[in-house]
């Protein structure tokens, strides 16, 4: 394996694949350079001399600049190198040719779930949706019992999706709780659904309702605890009433283009801009290719990046969602006198990433290299096949929900620290290193860092593809297979 990487020709610094020692010597470019300090692995050093203020070249791209002199062979990190990004900025269309996607249509199939008004799932599970954090409780109860009555075979699995909202909120807060439990109710991994309310909260029942709209009345149940003698009794009767309904349903050949797929990166690292995001990015491209979706989100990581997405705007009007996206999640920030450039995280640095920029530039690598087709609000479903942006913050929790709450069957999130972490939907964890994979193998489901080591993308894309398709198939991930499924929901005003 090699000691540095420079991704880029123009760039002037390079990420260590290995902790090195100050005085050992690295080649790069045919020359050698003395390290001047220790470097820990996923860190840069600087290839070229480089003078105070002048930009620190990373993808090929600015991610910052010097604060002082730094020497060639010196380690290149928050001691020594700052962000270049100020506030709002102004953007013009400028639509980038876009290369052609090379890959053909393989007519490949999974086995999947039909639903009704034509929707697919890759799961058939039985859910209890709380309109109100009031009944979480109640509903763990009904589960328990359910259990106990029920000896549970045909489906995928049964779960309560906790939360702490659905009252004392107003406005756009009352609005995106209510729409993301409506996403979940209708999401087509669910066979049976029990909407769990309690009565006296501002999201009761009969608002939530006539706000569904159109839903399959055999798979969706409705209970107001307060309305009942014995809620458990009736919740459980309920349960059984969905679990008749769905128990028999048979997974079937589905077209790959009816899959939609998450992109998410969470503790990153040095290496995620290297291995498991451009990795991601490939099978984004691979998906959209065989006509399916792929949905990026996490906005203030687009910060820095966002004119390489812009450039790829399918027309001007997309671009225009795209400039509101960026700008409009600016503009939260500064309501809140708060830095738009707090960004990266403590793990962030510790891991080698120094600014936003640079955290920016690794993290839209996850989106391809494909045409940007449609930009969602938060709470939006997608409509477009192809690459879609949606609106939501860096949060894994948040950004997670929001992308199966979206319409994506499972995500693809990418990380160089490790996380236990699974929202309600399969959440398939990609290590940008395999000193994680081998760590962490009850939380990783698959290794990019053989990108670095003995394989190339092209090899990797290909075991990700069918590694994607067994899950989608009924194939568990570590998430479900420890049982965490979790819902985070975006909370931005008072609470009464």
């Known amino acids: ?12 610094v390079a990420v260590v694949l290995r902790n090195i020692k100050k005085g050992e010597e690295i080649v790069e470019d045919g020359r050698k350079i003395t390290l001047l300090d220790d470097v820990p692995r996923g860190h840069k050093i600087a290839l070229r001399n480089i003078k105070e203020g002048q930009n620190v070249i990373k993808y090929g791209y600015p991610i910052g600049h010097a604060l002082s002199n730094i020497s060639e062979g010196a380690w290149v990190h928050t001691h020594n190198m700052s962000t270049n990004l100020s506030g709002i900025l102004n ?40 309109t109100v954090g009031c009944v979480n409780g109640l509903g763990e109860k009904i589960i328990n019992r359910f259990k106990d009555e029920v000896k549970i ?43 769990l309310g309690l009565g006296c909260e501002n999201n009761n ?11 399959d009345e055999d798979r969706v149940r409705f209970l107001v ?22 128990k028999e349903d048979k997974r079937e050949d589905v077209d790959l283009s009816e899959l939609t ?69 600016k503009q939260y920030f500064m309501k809140y006198d708060q830095p738009i450039y707090e960004n990266p995280s403590p793990g962030n640095k510790a891991g080698g990433i120094t600014t936003l920029e640079e955290k920016s530039l690794g993290c839209v690598q996850k989106g391809g290299k494909s045409e940007v087709v449609d930009v969602l609000k938060y709470g939006d479903t997608v409509k477009k096949k192809g690459l879609n942006l949606l609106n939501a913050p860096g949060n894994d929790l948040v950004s997670s929900t929001a992308l199966a709450a979206s319409g994506c069957h499972l995500i693809l999130f990418t990380t160089g620290r490790g996380t ?9 964890k990609i290590s940008t290193n395999t000193q994680l994979y081998q760590l ?57």
């Open 1 to 12: 394996m090699k000691d540095v990487i420079k991704i880029n020709s123009s760039d002037n």
């Open 420 to 428: 236990p972490y699974g929202t309600f939907v399969p959440t398939i």
């Open 91 to 130: 953007y013009v269309y400028n639509k980038k040719q876009i290369e052609g996607n090379k890959q053909k249509n393989r007519n490949i199939t999974f086995k999947g779930y039909r639903r009704k008004y034509g929707k697919v799932g890759i799961r058939n599970e039985l859910w209890i949706v709380p």
């Open 440 to 496: 962490k193998q009850n939380w990783i489901d698959f290794n990019a860092g053989t990108l670095v080591e003995d394989k190339n993308i092209d090899e990797v894309l290909e075991e990700l593809v069918r590694y994607v398709i067994r899950v989608a198939s009924g194939e568990l991930v570590n998430n479900e297979k420890n049982n965490f499924k979790e819902i985070a929901i975006f909370k931005n005003g008072v609470t009464l």
């Open 261 to 329: 797929v998450g992109l998410k990166c969470g503790g990153s690292d040095g290496f995620s801009g290297i291995t498991a995001n451009p990795l991601v990015g490939a099978f984004a491209d691979f998906i959209i290719s065989q006509g399916g979706s792929a949905v990026l989100t996490e906005v203030p990581e687009m910060f820095g990046a966002e004119q390489m997405l812009m450039e790829r705007a399918h027309d001007e009007d997309v671009f225009k969602k795209t400039v509101n996206l960026i700008n409009d999640f």
């Open 225 to 246: 605890a307060q309305d009942a003698e014995d809620e458990i009794y009736e919740g459980v009767k309920l349960l059984k009433e969905l679990y008749y309904n769905m």
């Open 153 to 195: 075979d045909g489906i995928d699995g049964i779960e309560i999706f906790k939360h702490s909202y659905g009252c004392s909120q107003l406005g756009d807060d009352h609005a995106n709780t209510r729409t993301i439990l409506m996403d979940i109710v209708k999401h087509p991994n669910a066979g049976g659904v029990l909407v």
């Open 205 to 215: 029942i009969p608002a939530f309702k006539e706000n569904l709209s159109e839903y």
